[in-house]
């Protein structure tokens, strides 16, 4: 009897250690949302696989559509943590109960506008919005590259520009936003009636649909983030040029979240802190992106928020205001 016991308790004994051991050996998973285009979001995902061996499953969308899905799935979420995306979005998310709230270890101080109040949100890069326009339909046209939002209305642009939806676009709804905070939101919406119907080209899903377009040659001029122009425009060879509005212009943090009711908030957590080392940022210089880390380094040709006229954007109003903002802009545009 004795015997037995012993036999079983060694069996016991070596099924609990099997078990520990296999718990050991199962990868850590990570599920994500980043607003990021794909090329770049495997970058810096890739870079913290490497770093940690925690393994990330993500689904790449723009951040309207994050926004969406995550508050399709708020009684079921299938993700963890929100990874880019201007600010303005996840404060929006905030406000709707739909974040929780993350304080990110950093080896600096993070300023008070990289950051909700309550950490429900961090920003860790940043980039102003600018205008690309193609050289070749310059030099045809005789014409300069826009200076100007109301040079976009002139008729050389007819049907010749580009921008995404305001709704599927973070980059999109900072133009709107900041158009509303220049001018108001009723005379905003007659200036984008004319635009619309004048010289829009076609709208995207995605703020950097633009730049390949102008590119390529299929339009004269896009609107999306200097960072993104810069990057995925100039750098890539494209017979482009990049200009700035002479009136202002807005800019976005881009933020990071914790998803409320994700399955792994401690990884995400580790995720979010590896965000903001020099090692991470650093990576941002493939994409000319401006680090908030002060020890990182900005990329050659990068556009720093203090070589643009910045109009004073003020990305809580435009988060806690964009339902109503898209609404409004659905009802008149018709899109």
Known sequence: MKKVTVVLLLLALAAASGFAKAQEETPKVLHMYTAFDTEEAKLYIEAFEQETGIDVQWVRMSSGEVLARIEAEAANPQASVWHAGSNTEHINAAMKGLLVAYKPKTDFELLPQFHDKDWLWTGFYTGAIGFIS???????????????????????????????????????????????????????????????????????????????????????????????????????????????????????????????????????KKFIDWCFTKKAQDLFQNYSRLPVNPKATVAPGAVTL??????????????????????????????
Request: proline share 4%.
């Open 134 to 268: 193609n050289k070749d339909f310059l030099a045809k046209n005789k014409v300069q590259a826009p200076t100007s939002w109301q040079e976009l209305l002139s008729p050389v642009f007819a049907k010749n520009v580009s921008i995404a939806y305001p709704y599927t676009s973070g980059t999109a709804y900072t133009t709107y936003a900041t158009l509303v905070l220049m001018y108001g939101l009723d005379k905003t919406l007659e200036w984008w009636d004319k635009f619309d119907k004048q010289n829009i080209f076609q709208y995207t899903k995605s703020g950097t649909g633009c730049i390949s377009q102008v590119g390529l040659g299929e339009v004269a001029v896009g609107i999306a983030f200097s960072h993104d122009i810069v990057a995925k425009g100039l750098k890539a060879g494209y017979p482009a040029v990049m200009t700035f509005p002479k009136e202002g212009t807005g800019y976005e943090v881009g933020g990071l979240s914790l998803i409320k009711g994700g399955s792994e908030p401690e990884l995400a």
């Open 306 to 335: 203090d070589q643009v006229k910045l109009i004073n954007y003020d990305a809580m109003w435009a988060g806690q205001n964009k339902d109503q903002l898209i609404k409004a802009w659905r009802d008149k545009i018709g899109k």
